[in-house]
């Protein structure tokens, strides 16, 4: 009774921790989950692997693959107008390319005429602004130089005038005898004129008995 108990009773303990084939056993299942994970993780890899290349397989040649295996394909009356053909398109491409080419050309032609254009534009009109420019600084220079002269001959007037009132005999005087007779004065010796008819050969300023008087 004592070895039975001892049994159940150690066997109700190897319930809490169990033998070593229960161990083995429980390793083994924990061994084959894993495999079977890992058996399965490959098998993925291996497929997304696996899928572009199937697609790149399935993709459908290009055009000119087709017509390249195309005209293959054919007789040889077939084969020649299918390769003529194709000639042709690619003449057909080569002059649409010249033709972009010269459209190109023209259009880069064009910008620099405009460009031409506009440069000689400006300059034009920064020649008319100095011509301008010059041409009304000459005119406000001869104004100037009118009105000069313009206050020049009146002060002469003026002056002649004045001194005309103040002597009469000047009025019967020559332009050269006036000159004279104004120079005299500018330059600090006012002396009066001649009187009319006291001009003889060697009638001097400084002395009046030389002077031819009237009878």
Known sequence: MRRARRRTNGGKFWGICPTWDTKMLIATIVLLVSTVNIVAVYYDLNK???LPSAKED?????????R????????EEERDACFEERREREKARERKAAKLREQEALLEQ???????????K????????ERQSKQQAQEEQAEREARKQSRIQMERLFVEEEVLEQHP???SMSEAEKRIWFL????GNPQPPLPPGAGGEFATWENPATWERPC
Do not use: D, F, I, N
């Not at 399935?58 to 087709?66: D, F, I, L, S, V």
């Not at 064009?110 to 506009?118: G, I, L, Q, S």
């Not at 005299?184 to 330059?187: G, S």
């Open 122 to 129: 400006v300059q034009q009109q920064q020649e008319e602004h």
């Open 169 to 171: 005999e000047l009025a």
């Open 110 to 120: 064009y910008k620099k005429k405009r460009r031409a254009e506009k440069k000689l």
């Open 68 to 75: 390249e295996s195309g005209c293959s394909a054919l007789q």
């Open 58 to 66: 399935h993709m459908e040649p290009t055009g000119e693959e087709k």
């Open 48 to 50: 997304r692997e696996a």
């Open 184 to 187: 005299k004065r500018k330059l």
